[in-house]
């Protein structure tokens, strides 16, 4: 067999096969040292193939560390984590929250002309981390988005690993807001006679997004999202199954059963019949998923028309108030708060912890009974 030689030499010719004893070696140099390397073969036009296959490999890592790879564009980046095992695995809100925060990130790189990951700095990370005044949990969350799709999709650098977490720990002042005050059964009685008769957008579902999550406490995007395959059966009757989108990722997924009162089941059936589709409230859903003419997501903007509603009415409170109503209720009906942990999605001991179906035994119905002047 005639060895062939290359042009290129980066690490001298293929070494000749030389026999020892029984098998042969090539001669090589490996750490500034001359040392034999058996070929673990007696014959002759292995050990010549070989040697020349062991020579073209060290030559191709020689040219990797003289020209290393070109980096990854960030959209390359993104396209790499999106067919990952990580992001397969996430249900389709996740996947379509995280792709919707995403392209945000996009076009504001694109303002700047950025296009690989080693033009991002740690200021210019966090120049768009805070962008419209973000929050301290919106910034670690977009940052925590960010450096996964980073680090999963094979960029050459990550400039968001070297940024740290804001606390997201809030002071007495912080709590101390006005739109977390709960509702009186008075004001729940002057919020859905105003939306009968007002013009707002998607009226029938506000009307039955407040009916929900006053007989739930459902937070808002729970209720925007809710779907009809949430409502199971057992021999005591229909019941909500659902994992707290806030909570799913403390928790495991862990989900919360609403035992349906008779109310609430007619409510869920007339809008069965009445829209089709997977979500009960199609019209506010799509509203929470969408987003700006540059790709930000418009999330925030979603219960406006409420806050609306309640300014015009003279309310202090917002959507988040139906919830505060619902546990205010069932601390008055004397429900167990740890319990009601089982209802409401709470994710801390002193937040009602208790994830598990006891919380069907509870009669939400002695709950609803209980009045707030």
Not at 292 to 317: E, H, W, Y
């Amino acid at each position: 067999m005639k060895l062939l030689h290359f042009a290129s030499d980066f690490i001298g010719r293929p070494p000749r096969p030389m026999l020892r004893g029984k098998v042969y070696y090539i001669r090589q140099r490996i750490g500034g040292k001359d040392v034999w390397r058996s070929l673990h073969t007696r014959d002759k036009r292995e050990a010549e193939y070989l040697a020349v296959e062991i020579w073209r490999m060290r030559q191709t890592d020689q040219v990797k560390s003289i020209i290393p790879t070109p980096p990854r564009k960030l959209a390359l980046v993104w396209e790499t984590y999106t067919r990952t095992e990580r992001f397969q695995m996430l249900s389709e809100s996740t996947q379509a929250s995280k792709t919707v925060n995403w392209n945000a990130f996009m076009s504001w790189c694109r303002d700047r002309r950025i296009s690989y990951p080693h033009q991002l700095t740690p200021e210019l990370c966090i120049e768009f981390l805070e962008r419209n005044g973000a929050k301290n949990k919106t910034f670690n969350n977009a940052l925590g988005d960010l450096r996964l799709v980073l680090n999963e999709g094979g960029a050459d650098i990550n400039a968001f690993e070297q940024i740290a977490k804001r606390s997201t720990t809030r002071t007495t002042d912080d709590k101390k807001s006005q739109q977390f005050n709960a509702f009186s059964d008075r004001d729940v009685e002057r919020i859905l006679d105003y939306l009968a008769t007002s013009d707002v957008r998607h009226r029938e579902e506000w009307i039955a997004a407040c009916r929900i999550a006053s007989m739930t406490g459902l937070r808002y995007k729970d209720v925007a999202s809710l779907q009809f395959d949430s409502i199971q059966r057992d021999d005591r009757g229909a019941f909500l199954c659902l994992s707290p989108s806030k909570t799913a990722a403390k928790t495991g997924n862990r989900l919360v059963y609403i035992r349906l009162t008779p109310g609430l089941n007619d409510l869920l059936n007339e809008r069965r019949w009445r829209v089709a589709g997977d979500y009960v409230l199609p019209g506010l859903h799509e509203d929470y998923i969408r987003t700006d003419k540059n790709g930000k997501p418009m999330a925030s903007q979603a219960t406006k028309p409420f806050l609306k509603v309640c300014k015009r009415l003279g309310i202090d409170g917002s959507f988040h108030s139906f919830r505060v109503t619902f546990i205010t209720k069932a601390a008055k009906a004397g429900v167990d708060l740890e319990e009601l942990g089982g209802i409401v999605g709470h994710s801390t001991k002193t937040q009602t912890q208790a994830y598990n179906r006891a919380a069907l035994e509870i009669d939400i119905s002695d709950i609803l009974r209980a009045s707030i002047l």
